[in-house]
């Protein structure tokens, strides 16, 4: 009957857990919520701070520039 107590425990615990920490292990740590799209095989976000999970309130003109180069940088790359 110990078996058992500890195991409702341990479910009741990682529970807990999931529902504390529900965003941290389903989506990229890149994409804020709602922006990911886990149909898309290269995962790659919007441009733009408001894309973004962390915050970034020194976001200027050349970060957005280069936020929205990114991947057609590198667009003759092969799979």
Known sequence: MRWLNSAL????AYALYRWLMPYSQTAP???APGE???ENFVQVRNAGPEAM???HDD???VDQASDESFPASDATAKY
Request: net charge neutral; aromatic share 12%.
């Open 9 to 12: 425990a341990m479910v009741g």
């Open 29 to 31: 740590a890149a994409f």
């Open 36 to 38: 990911e799209a886990p």
């Open 53 to 55: 999970r962390s915050q």
């Open 59 to 61: 976001w200027d003109k």
